[in-house]
Structure formats: C-alpha cells, structure tokens
C-alpha cells in the first residue's frame, strides 16, 4: 500500500490557497468564509471515499469510517484548519491531509479496521480570533459552556457566538457537542514539530513524550488619558509605560524558571491609540507554558502578584484574567511503542520529544489514550510563511501512522 505524496502535497497547497494573504502566509480564522471554503473542500474528499461527515453544532467536522465492530469502541485522530495571522501552510493541515491520505488508500484497498475509525477537524484550535483556542476539543470534552461562546468576543467586539449563528451553528447546543472519549480506545494526533530538534538532529519523524502545560492571560490596564503635548510628565498614569514593565518582567520569569518555560506576550492594544494621546487603556496577551505544572502555577502566581504591585505603585488599574490553563500532559506509553515499532518495521528513523506547542491532543489525552507524531519543520520555523515541511517526510509520518493504525485498530 504506497502512500500518494504527490496527493499529500497538491492537497496542502489546494488548502494553502484558501486564506492566502498579501504578506505571504495564511491567514484562516474560525466562522469565516476562507474557512467554509476550507471545509467543503475537505468534505468532498471525504465524500468520495464514502466517509460518513457530520458537523456538529459548533463546527467541528467529523469523519468517520465503519469498522467491522461497531460497539462504539473507536480510533479517533484529530487536528485543525485554522491558523495564526499571517501563518503557515503546515500547522493543523498535515495531519488532516495526512488522515485523508490513509482512508484514501484502506479504501482502494477496501480495507475495514476492527474498530471505526473517525478523524474530527477541531474547531478554533488556535485561539488567535477568539481567544479561547483547543476550542473545539474542549467542547468534546464537555469543558466548554455556553456562557463561553457569549462572553468571547475578537478583536472587533464581534461575539463568538452570534458569529457562529451566521455560519449556520448552534451555540445553545453546546452540551450536545459532547462525545464519549471514555469509549475512545486511541487518539492519535499528527502535526508538524515546529522547532528545529528533528531537522538539527536529521530525523523526519518524532513520537511526542508530552505536551507542555499551557495558560493564556488577559491583562487590562486602565489609567488617565490626555494630550500627548499638554499633560505635563508628572503625574501621568500612563498604562502602557505599566505594561511594558509587566512584559519585561513575563520574560524574565520564564528564563528564570529554565529551560522548559516559555514566556510570551504577543498580541497588545492601545486604546484610544492616537500618536498624540497618552493611552487610556491597555490590553494584552500572556501566553505561559512549562513543562512543569508547579512551575507554571508558581510563575503565573509571581507575574500576577507583580502586575498588582506595579500597577498600585503607578496608579493605575489592572484586572487579569486567566483564559486558559492546561495541564501538561502525557503521551500514553503503550501508544508510544506502537508508533516506535511502527517506525522500525517500516526502517523510518524517529526520536522521542516533548512537545512545546500547545495541541488538541492535550485536551483529548486526558480522558484517552493518547500519542502523537511530529513531522521534521525545516529550519525550526513555524506560525509564520516559511514554516515548511517536505511531503516527503509528511508521507514517512502517514506510513509510521497508518501502520499503527492497522496494528491498533485490529
Ligand atoms: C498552538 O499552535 C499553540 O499555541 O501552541
Ligand atoms: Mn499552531
Ligand atoms: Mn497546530
């Protein structure tokens, strides 16, 4: 059975096409038209196979194919279509096309596993439009409420949930979105690795160990506004001048914490943002990861305790948030071994890595078996235009996949 590379790589770029934006990369963001666009083409392909589509009430996408036994026991693979702004072409997308790949050929091989297999496109994996990304995971997981969906809003004060109504959803559904992990029996995740540990070391595939805990916080700072010429130095409550001290201090934990902590703030606004206006507002971004949950805990506590003190001694006001926080989780082990007898059987090179990206299998892998499979990033570089991996490795990383699938769902 030979997997089609030639397919792999047409059907990325296809979907690369959808969302492409001036600056080079993609930009493919949750209930909007490129990613209707983006389903339907998926759709189709998985129509022609005779894959079984349902989409849910909040739009994941689910495939499912019939096994010999249908008792509910399942396989389930998942990834994403959505991307960062201005992204890349790889991240979410291979491991979609990659699960395509492996239908396409157990149908012209009119092969049937003994459990079902499904595979789910997940939702706002990203989190970039709306900040409350693995959305559609956590909705799986019945972790997500309605209020949610209400009280999240992008950049433009549009509301998540109206925004899904005008795509056709149900954000009242959201408990109906639910799924029985308990009868999920493996989930495996295939996904680009996104630093440069297998392309420096020359090895095409990963097994992931574990996924890095993962929290994300919204800090508000509210001062005094006024003319940028006529409001004498003192005495300014300026929030921004706050904020870059709090941002200063968000780099200097995580290196303080070590090697497996990252801090960082990406996205900020200044509000009324005018060139001749002290700020009024701020508002910005911290996403904190570590590999280490007590860590992570005691560093958030650290950062919160001093964006207080800070903005008390400034006299400015400061509320924070926290959107998000995911432990670390653990690949399961026996998973790991059938992926890495996979490999060698099939003499594919492979190592075993954390993962510092945050995945929809951190969110599935707690109530699941779980395991995943990196594909080599050439140069390390990802969530920008050049991230890159060849079909060539993408189609190792299918062979490594679909062989354990034949082990794992027989
Ligand atoms: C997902 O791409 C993440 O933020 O780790
Ligand atoms: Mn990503
Ligand atoms: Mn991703």
Request: proline letters at 4%; a negative charge.
């Given at each position: 059975?030979?997997i089609?590379i030639?397919?792999i790589e047409?059907?990325i770029?296809?979907?690369?096409?959808?969302?492409?934006?001036?600056?080079?990369?993609?930009?493919?963001?949750?209930?909007?038209?490129?990613?209707?666009?983006?389903?339907?083409?998926?759709?189709?392909?998985?129509?022609?196979?005779?894959?079984?589509?349902?989409?849910?009430?909040?739009?994941?996408?689910?495939?499912?194919?019939?096994?010999?036994?249908?008792?509910?026991?399942?396989?389930?693979m998942?990834s994403h279509?959505?991307?960062v702004?201005?992204g890349g072409k790889y991240d979410g997308v291979a491991g979609i096309v990659s699960y395509?790949e492996?239908?396409?050929?157990?149908?012209?091989?009119?092969?049937?596993?003994?459990?079902?297999?499904?595979?789910?496109?997940?939702?706002?994996?990203?989190?970039?439009?709306?900040?409350?990304?693995?959305?559609?995971?956590?909705?799986?997981?019945?972790?997500?409420?309605?209020?949610?969906?209400?009280?999240?809003?992008?950049?433009?004060?549009?509301?998540?949930?109206?925004?899904?109504?005008?795509?056709?959803?149900?954000?009242?559904?959201?408990?109906?979105?639910?799924?029985?992990?308990?009868?999920?029996?493996?989930?495996f995740e295939l996904h680009i690795e996104q630093g440069g540990v297998l392309d420096t070391r020359d090895i095409p595939i990963g097994i992931v160990d574990g996924i890095t805990?993962?929290?994300?916080?919204?800090?508000?700072?509210?001062?005094?506004?006024?003319?940028?010429?006529?409001?004498?130095?003192?005495?300014?409550?300026?929030?921004?001048?706050?904020?870059?001290?709090?941002?200063?201090?968000?780099?200097?934990?995580?290196?303080?914490?070590?090697n497996t902590?990252r801090?960082?703030?990406?996205?900020?606004?200044?509000?009324?943002?005018?060139?001749?206006?002290?700020?009024?507002?701020?508002?910005?971004?911290?996403?904190?990861r570590?590999l280490?949950?007590?860590?992570?805990?005691?560093?958030?506590?650290?950062?919160?305790?001093?964006?207080?003190?800070?903005?008390?001694?400034?006299?400015?006001?400061?509320?924070?948030?926290?959107?998000?926080?995911?432990?670390p989780v653990l690949s399961?082990?026996?998973l790991i071994k059938e992926i890495s007898n996979s490999a060698e059987r099939l003499e594919i090179p492979y190592m075993n890595l954390p993962s510092g990206a945050g995945h929809d299998a951190m969110?599935?892998?707690?109530?699941?078996?779980m395991a995943m499979i990196f594909i080599r990033s050439v140069g390390g570089v990802s969530h920008c235009p050049e991230e890159y991996s060849t079909s060539r490795d993408i189609g190792l990383g299918t062979k490594v996949l679909m062989d354990t699938?034949?082990?794992?769902?027989?």
């Amino acid at each position: 059975m030979k997997i089609d590379i030639k397919r792999i790589e047409n059907r990325i770029n296809e979907i690369g096409n959808i969302g492409k934006v001036s600056s080079g990369g993609v930009t493919r963001f949750p209930y909007t038209d490129e990613e209707k666009k983006t389903k339907e083409l998926i759709i189709n392909w998985g129509n022609e196979i005779g894959l079984n589509v349902f989409e849910d009430s909040i739009g994941n996408v689910i495939f499912h194919k019939d096994g010999l036994k249908n008792n509910g026991e399942i396989i389930l693979m998942g990834s994403h279509i959505d991307s960062v702004p201005n992204g890349g072409k790889y991240d979410g997308v291979a491991g979609i096309v990659s699960y395509l790949e492996i239908m396409e050929i157990f149908h012209e091989n009119k092969i049937k596993t003994k459990y079902p297999l499904e595979f789910i496109i997940f939702v706002n994996e990203e989190g970039c439009r709306f900040p409350i990304g693995l959305m559609g995971s956590s909705a799986l997981a019945g972790r997500l409420s309605k209020e949610d969906l209400y009280e999240n809003k992008d950049r433009e004060g549009l509301i998540l949930a109206k925004e899904m109504e005008r795509y056709g959803y149900d954000p009242d559904k959201i408990m109906e979105v639910k799924y029985p992990l308990e009868k999920v029996k493996a989930y495996f995740e295939l996904h680009i690795e996104q630093g440069g540990v297998l392309d420096t070391r020359d090895i095409p595939i990963g097994i992931v160990d574990g996924i890095t805990g993962l929290s994300v916080l919204t800090v508000k700072i509210g001062g005094i506004s006024g003319h940028a010429g006529a409001f004498p130095m003192e005495g300014r409550r300026d929030p921004l001048i706050t904020a870059t001290k709090i941002i200063q201090f968000v780099q200097k934990t995580a290196l303080e914490y070590g090697n497996t902590a990252r801090g960082t703030v990406g996205d900020i606004r200044v509000l009324p943002g005018g060139s001749n206006v002290i700020p009024s507002t701020v508002e910005f971004t911290i996403d904190y990861r570590d590999l280490n949950f007590e860590n992570m805990k005691n560093a958030i506590r650290k950062i919160t305790r001093y964006s207080k003190e800070i903005s008390s001694e400034s006299g400015v006001q400061c509320t924070i948030d926290v959107n998000q926080m995911i432990k670390p989780v653990l690949s399961n082990y026996k998973l790991i071994k059938e992926i890495s007898n996979s490999a060698e059987r099939l003499e594919i090179p492979y190592m075993n890595l954390p993962s510092g990206a945050g995945h929809d299998a951190m969110i599935i892998g707690q109530f699941c078996p779980m395991a995943m499979i990196f594909i080599r990033s050439v140069g390390g570089v990802s969530h920008c235009p050049e991230e890159y991996s060849t079909s060539r490795d993408i189609g190792l990383g299918t062979k490594v996949l679909m062989d354990t699938l034949l082990k794992v769902a027989n």
